[in-house]
């Protein structure tokens, strides 16, 4: 059966792993051995040898086993000697001789096949291994618990949820779950993967004996599909239970609190694991702990932790760069890559998406043609498809679109994020009929037919431009017929022209569906609570439950963001209790901070309150939904205690904080703590990447009156936009620096920003202060016609003030006349001022008249 000719073609069989190359040479080393340990004909010893080498993944030394076994004759033998081969190759990655020497066997058993599905399993080949335990089915053999345990696995590597669900059932019927809480682990953890969580709780809560990998692989399933708040509840029960957390579940864990910004948790955490010696179990732990510190953006932290690595691998790097990037320290980023290098540590794959997207954020084209070249060298574009759409996406948004049409054709697969890359890079520069030409070509392949990447394509194009193309992609999925074979499609279609608000169309899509589920109707919803048509979304919401559908966490999110712009407190109220009758308040954070924002925009302070107390897990936006209202209502002492509070409970403030809490700091001339506040933006380093933060200080300072640091601070901005140049415009006009005022809006003209109504309202402001009616009324009448600024009550108000100031009392009489009858009342009412200044009690009695029957009139309309 084993001669030398079959043991030479064995061995010189091809393996992934290259020990296929060397097979005659290990012929020849094992035949001429003197030490070789089949001289005894011990089976025992010969098993517990192999066994060995198989825990060594020693394969040369396994082979020679093997050949031993086959001179002293055990194959046919001994079933014990053969399984034992066939797991001591698995283990070593040849999976092609294990299922030779499998095949070869005269008797097999349930421990050889194990042996074959393990090493399946442990290669992430789980079609294959479930393909070996059908077989061994055929055979007629019974799995046991370590077979069970290996199906488990290969289920949960590919998602086969029936399969799983089968083998589960099995489990139950043979009643093994009562007698090994090993196969209920594995069970969690196949739920788990599958996004079952439900089912994985109940196998959890079932489970006679729930030991600490039963808590982590549900606490790992949890983070998995990103219900971080879940994991640390859980992590937390873990504890009460008197199960004391492993390595991996403190990786787990540190990864919710980053993922969430819970600091604060993240280092009691890290405080325990110091306690108890976990700090120093292995570099994946030390990695989550860098990871947590930099997503939550104490750099200072991840650089100790960093420090005190002995051995630094690169993920320990990539945590760190990572940080730098998402917290927008560019340079800094940089600066741990080029280190990385010099400490001998190569890039993977991560490494090389970060440091692209780095060079993206700060224009870098000549540092990412370098990181190209890098990648060339190491051939990972073979192998590494998501590098080359990567490399698409920073050549494309660097302007590079040659070189980037250049690397998209190499690629070996083009997929939706590079589709998207290069058609949004060649639009956004001006390469219309190019960009169109590849979405022609993208709706040809077969990605058309995946929702994911007509979605991602959609999106790249948030133009006029992208109505075409929707249309355009409309017309396709109409002309294939996909609209009646797939209800995603439709569902695409009615949220794509919902987007664009081009809400009859959508609802017309809608209406035409031959299926309606509940993505459907959230979509329209949606589009109809951004558009501000509150009635029309609560309308959609009655006819979705007409239809059977259950409205989920999304349908409430429209719906409570529509009472909150009607102030229908008392809907909004009964959407409130259905979300807790359906428990969703401690499943979606999102409906926590809606219920929030509907109570704040219908004026019930006190109750936001007490909605935020009673988060499950408030997040960064619940903190900044409860700032904001107060800010709103001019309750700013207690916007800047919450912001005190969220950061003594462990949250990190992020952009719209900042913004939020300056705009409180201005409107009560605190300048002190506005400066406090302006040191901490400057470590976080946001005047660099959020425009919002760097207006709202300038807005904040020039409020203060401090317009030197006002026009300092907008000085040193990266670049401007018209809120920040209205906020150093509005400080000048405000604090009657009128030719300041007015000599920086030219400035703001020159630089090429069209002015909004706040900018037209403060150049007025500036031109009362002047006293100069004639330029007031030039700016008035030229900006409001050039740029299509549609006067408001407040704008009329400043330029029949001017007038009125001035002693132009006709003028401005006649100014009021022309104005539409609506603002008529109020502007009239101010008028007043301007005759009582001169003395003309007639006219000011006229005014009021005026006034009061302009008022009456519009009431009765």
């Not at 609190?257 to 010696?277: D, N, P, Q, Y």
């Not at 037919?449 to 109505?467: F, K, Q």
Request: net charge negative.
């Amino acid at each position: 059966m084993w001669n030398r000719k079959a043991l030479e073609q064995f061995l010189q069989k091809d393996e992934h792993n290259g020990h296929g190359n060397k097979g005659v040479e290990l012929l020849v080393h094992v035949s001429s051995s003197d030490e070789l340990p089949c001289r005894t004909q011990d089976n025992i010893s010969l098993v517990r040898l192999i066994n060995q080498k198989a825990q060594q993944k020693d394969f040369h030394r396994g082979v020679g086993l093997h050949v031993s076994a086959i001179r002293a004759g055990l194959l046919g033998l001994n079933v014990f000697v053969g399984s034992a081969l066939v797991s001591m190759y698995a283990k070593c990655a040849a999976l092609g001789k294990a299922q030779l020497v499998l095949d070869d066997l005269p008797y097999r058993n349930t421990i050889s096949w194990n042996g074959l599905i393990a090493g399946y399993v442990q290669q992430g080949l789980g079609e294959a291994a479930l393909r070996c335990y059908h077989m061994m089915q055929q055979d007629g053999l019974l799995p046991d618990e370590v077979t069970f345990s290996c199906v488990l696995k290969a289920c949960g590597g590919i998602l086969a949820y029936e399969k799983g669900q089968q083998t589960h059932a099995d489990l139950v019927m043979r009643g093994l779950l009562e007698q090994d809480f090993v196969l209920g682990n594995a069970l969690i953890d196949f739920y788990c993967k599958c996004g079952h969580l439900l089912e994985a709780c109940q196998v959890f809560e079932y489970l006679p004996i729930r030991n600490v990998i039963s808590w982590t692989a549900l606490i790992t399933g949890y983070c998995k599909h990103e219900l971080f708040e879940e994991a640390i509840c859980c992590f937390d029960q873990m504890k009460v239970e008197n199960i004391f957390p492993d390595p991996i579940t403190f990786a787990s864990v540190l990864n919710a609190c980053a993922s969430i910004g819970l600091l604060e948790k993240g280092r009691g955490i890290h405080a325990e694991m110091v306690l108890f010696g976990s700090s120093e179990s292995g570099s994946v732990l030390v990695n989550a702990l860098i990871d947590m510190y930099a997503k939550c953006g104490v750099m200072e932290r991840a650089e100790l932790v960093f420090e005190e690595l002995d051995v630094r691998d690169v993920a320990s790097w990539n945590a760190l760069i990572g940080g730098y990037y998402e917290h927008g320290f560019s340079e800094a980023a940089f600066q741990r890559y080029e280190l990385m290098s010099s400490d001998s540590i190569s890039p993977d794959e991560v490494t090389f998406t970060i440091i692209l997207k780095v060079c993206i954020s700060i224009g870098a084209i000549d540092k990412g043609g370098e990181i190209h070249a890098e990648i060339m060298r190491k051939d990972f574009l073979k192998t590494k498809n998501k590098l080359g759409s990567a490399l698409v996406d920073m050549y494309a948004k660097c302007g590079a679109l040659a070189k980037a049409e250049q690397v998209f054709k190499a690629l070996q697969f083009q997929d939706a994020s590079s589709w998207t890359s290069l058609i949004r890079g060649l639009h956004l520069f001006g390469y219309g009929e190019d960009a169109h030409k590849y979405l022609k070509q993208f709706i040809k392949t077969q990605l058309f037919l995946d929702v994911a990447a007509l979605s991602s394509i959609l999106n790249a194009c948030g133009t006029v431009w992208a109505i075409d193309i929707g249309k355009e992609l409309h017309a396709e999925t109409v002309r294939r017929g996909l609209l009646e074979v797939d209800v995603m499609f439709g569902n695409l279609m009615v949220d794509m022209y919902a987007k664009f608000g081009m809400l009859s169309k959508a609802q017309q899509v809608l209406n035409e569906l031959p299926i309606r589920t509940i993505v459907s109707w959230n979509s329209i919803m949606a589009g109809y609570c951004q558009a501000g048509y509150g009635e029309r979304t609560l309308a959609c919401y009655e006819l979705m439950k007409l239809e059977g559908l259950m409205p989920d966490a999304v349908s409430f999110s429209s719906t409570l963001k529509a009472c909150g712009s009607m102030r229908a407190i008392e809907k909004g109220r009964e959407f409130h209790v259905e979300i807790v009758r359906q428990g969703l308040l401690e499943k979606v954070d999102v409906l926590g901070n809606g219920l929030l924002h509907m109570y704040i925009e219908c004026g019930l302070l006190l109750v936001s309150k007490q909605v935020f107390n009673e988060l499950p897990c408030p997040d960064v936006v619940s903190w900044n939904v409860l700032i904001a209202g107060h800010c709103q209502y001019n309750c700013n002492e207690d916007a800047i205690e919450y912001f005190d509070m969220m950061k003594h409970r462990g949250f990190s403030p992020d952009g719209d904080t900042f913004a939020y809490i300056l705009k409180a700091c201005g409107s009560i001339g605190a300048a002190a703590k506005g400066e406090e506040i302006h040191g901490e933006i400057i470590l976080r380093g946001l005047l660099q990447t959020n425009p919002k933060v760097g207006s709202a200080l300038v807005d904040m300072y020039s409020k203060c009156s401090e317009l030197a640091r006002a026009s300092d601070v907008f000085d040193k901005l990266p670049s401007h936009d018209v809120v920040s140049w209205t906020a150093l415009i509005g400080g000048y006009s405000e604090h009657g620096h009128a030719e300041e005022a007015l000599a920086r809006y030219e400035q703001m003209r020159c630089a090429g920003f069209s002015p909004d109504a706040v900018t037209l309202a403060c150049i007025l402001k500036a031109c009362g202060c002047l006293g100069a009616t004639q330029k007031g009324q030039i700016y008035f009448d030229s900006i409001s016609k050039r740029y299509s600024i549609a006067p408001t009550v407040e704008l009329h108000t400043s330029i029949v003030g001017i007038h009125g100031r001035t002693g132009h009392l006709d003028e401005a009489i006649s100014l009021i006349k022309m104005m539409p009858s609506s603002m008529r009342p109020q502007v009239w009412l101010a008028f007043l001022g301007a005759c009582q200044k001169w003395g003309n009690m007639e006219l000011a009695k006229f005014a009021f008249e005026q006034g009061i029957y302009a008022a009456g009139d519009y009431c009765a309309l």
